[in-house]
């Protein structure tokens, strides 16, 4: 069983910065990348970033320059700060952890953190 914990979730004005956080806690065998997705109102879920075992990263177009993903691997914890953030990044935003055991591979996900944006 693999737990997700989020935080850093809020409100701030458009320009503003937030920095989201999320512990992965319990039976992992090896981590194979970690990252963030979000769904906002009547849109499918999008990646916003990734970053694997090997310390790849990937991040959505829209995000590109603005949001930085890093983690603490020793922790499995990973972060996302947000900066120069805009009304269209509202969204409920998702941890993501993809578990790789053997051939398989398992996503776990967090519960979600609202990020709200205002004019």
């Known amino acids: 069983q693999v737990q997700l914990v989020e935080s850093g979730g809020g409100l701030v004005q458009a320009g503003g910065s937030l920095r989201l956080s999320c512990a992965a806690s319990g039976s992992m065998f090896s981590i194979n990348a970690m990252g963030w997705y979000r769904q906002a109102p009547g849109k499918q879920r999008e990646l916003v970033a990734v970053?694997?075992?090997?310390?790849?990263?990937n991040y959505g177009d829209s995000v590109k320059g603005r949001f930085t993903i890093s983690r603490d691997s020793a922790k499995n914890t990973v972060y996302l700060q947000m900066n120069s953030l805009k009304p269209e990044d509202t969204a409920v935003y998702y941890c993501n952890i993809r578990d790789k055991r053997g051939i398989y591979e398992y996503d776990y996900w967090g519960q979600g953190t609202q990020v709200t944006v205002s004019s």
């Open positions: 970053i694997s075992s090997g310390g790849r990263l």
